[in-house]
Nanobody, 126 residues
Framework: QVQLVVSGGGLVQAGGSLRLSCAAS????????MAWFRQAPGKDREVVAA????????YYADSVKGRFTISRDNAKNTVYLSMNSLKPEDTAFYYC???????????????????WGQGTQVTVSS
């Protein structure tokens, strides 16, 4: 059973920074893409960032490019999302996810991910 435990959310002022962590267990971490998604009230879930299993390929939503960085530490079975220059529109519930597609690709669609963490709230005040 794959488990993803997310930590690091909270309340921050606009312009501030947060780092989310997602620790995986239950199967081999390396070899599978990881991604961060978010969902704000009244909005659809959207992909924020994704990273291939090697870490060599990444994807970012246009809205976060240049501000967010996704990274992974396969030795620690953990993926991170560093968020800088946060804006009120970044306020959402953030989830990490992993899937079972074996190719070394940063999949940016929810259908590529089978396992989801419990999520964490990120609130950015203006």
């Amino acid at each position: 059973q794959v488990q993803l435990v997310v930590s690091g959310g909270g309340l921050v002022q606009a312009g501030g920074s947060l780092r989310l962590s997602c620790a995986a267990s239950g199967r081999t971490f390396r070899g599978y893409a990881m991604a961060w998604f978010r969902q704000a009230p009244g909005k659809d879930r959207e992909v924020v960032a994704a990273i291939s299993w090697s870490g060599g390929s990444t994807y970012y939503a246009d809205s976060v490019k240049g501000r967010f960085t996704i990274s992974r530490d396969n030795a620690k079975n953990t993926v991170y999302l560093s968020m800088n220059s946060l804006k009120p529109e970044d306020t959402a519930f953030y989830y990490c996810a992993t899937g079972e597609r074996p190719w070394n690709t940063a999949y940016n669609d929810a259908a590529s991910y089978n396992y989801w963490g419990q999520g964490t709230q990120v609130t950015v005040s203006s």
